[in-house]
């Protein structure tokens, strides 16, 4: 088993402390915003506030927009949105497979690649999604109750109920939930696609019976654990970072000996009431300054190469290596082509 190692020793997330490009081209609109409001869907908790902080209050101090937000992505109510016309939110802030699907379904408005610098991202958009970061989600525990080889640090060791009992959490989602199976079922990252779905839902029987929650509010990652609810957690390293580390009722901690890894991307709702202030603010988060700024609440690893300099020497302690080959970036393209598929088995077998 691999030697536990704390956050603050990791290395900077691989590829992105290369050559700086040069700064955002930032270009005016082509037209004139139609209202001074929008709404952006995104997630709950620290999470909420650093990007409040970080991107939502330059934003509206510059342009003068103001920025409703709503908690929790939700594609199937994207989809209901989309499909009758009546369409609520401007920007969705969506995972890997939610935001691979919603592109693949037509639920996202095309961007104007000219409104971007391009050359400054490490991953470059696709037609209708706009890279925002990439994260890191693994296991975490309270070391004030469990300390050195008393608590998993990969995902084999979380599905091992024998040799550490106890409560878990998971996503409410297949895209993860069944990456982390078949991890544990001793399947190499270089082999977990295409996704062998028979085989992750019977390893997922297996722990099915230890899993308190299936979490659809990020901030309940953290939360159940700070209570003692759940004995280890399936979160993310910026979670911990934002919330976890300095818990009144515990000291937070994360693996990283194995994490899952994906993009994070901003996307325009199709037929967005607030089109125009939507892209205005897809335009502003990729600027340098705002990308670490953000980033630096976060605890991710900005898009933005520019960005990563400005990061300070803690804020890349907490990014993986992710040349590491323990650890398993999640493939966008598989789910774009059966997110809606599975979700409806994986919906139906939480409920068995």
Do not use: C
């Not at 081209?25 to 139609?34: D, E, M, T, V």
């Not at 890191?136 to 008393?150: K, L, P, Q, T």
Request: aromatic share 10%; hydrophobic share 40%; no cysteine.
């Amino acid at each position: 088993m691999k030697k536990h190692v704390t956050l603050s020793r990791r290395k900077v997330l691989a590829g992105l402390t290369g050559a700086v490009a040069a700064p955002m081209i930032i270009r005016p609109g082509s037209a004139l915003a139609q209202s001074n409001s929008m709404t952006f869907v995104t997630w709950g908790g620290a999470y909420r506030d650093s990007v409040v902080k970080g991107v939502i209050e330059p934003f509206t101090a510059e342009t003068g927009i103001e920025v409703n937000i709503v908690d929790t992505p939700d594609l199937a109510k994207v989809k209901a949105q989309v499909m009758t016309g009546n369409v609520e939110w401007d920007v969705f802030d969506a995972p890997g497979a939610m935001g691979a699907s919603g592109e693949k379904e037509g639920y996202w408005e095309p961007l104007d690649e000219s409104m971007l610098d391009v050359d400054d991202m490490t991953l470059a958009p696709t037609e209708t999604l706009m890279p925002f970061y990439t994260w890191a989600g693994g296991i975490a525990w309270d070391a004030d109750r469990f300390g050195e080889g008393e608590h998993p640090t990969t995902f084999a060791e979380y599905f091992d109920l024998e040799k550490f009992p106890g409560l878990r959490t998971f996503r409410d989602r297949p895209s993860e939930t069944l990456e982390a199976a078949l991890l544990a079922d001793g399947v190499a990252p270089a082999d977990v696609y295409p996704l062998d779905v028979e085989r992750a839902f019977a390893k997922l029987d297996e722990i099915k019976s230890q899993v308190a929650s299936w979490v659809s509010a990020t901030p309940q990652t953290i939360a159940l654990l700070r209570t003692g609810e759940v004995d280890f957690s399936y979160t993310y390293a910026s979670r911990v970072r934002t919330t976890g580390a300095q818990s009144e009722s515990g000291n937070i901690q994360f693996s990283f000996d194995q994490t899952l890894n994906g993009l994070e991307y901003l996307a325009v709702v199709k037929g967005a009431p607030n089109k125009e202030n939507a892209m205005r603010f897809l335009e502003f988060a990729m600027r340098p300054e705002i990308q670490a700024a953000t980033m630096e609440l976060l605890g991710n690893a900005p898009v933005s190469k520019s960005a990563v300099p400005m990061l300070t020497e803690d804020s890349q302690s907490w990014l993986p290596d992710l040349s590491d080959p323990d650890h398993l970036v999640l493939n966008d393209a598989w789910w774009a082509d059966n997110f809606e598929e599975v979700s409806r088995r994986f919906k139906e077998w939480v409920l068995i």
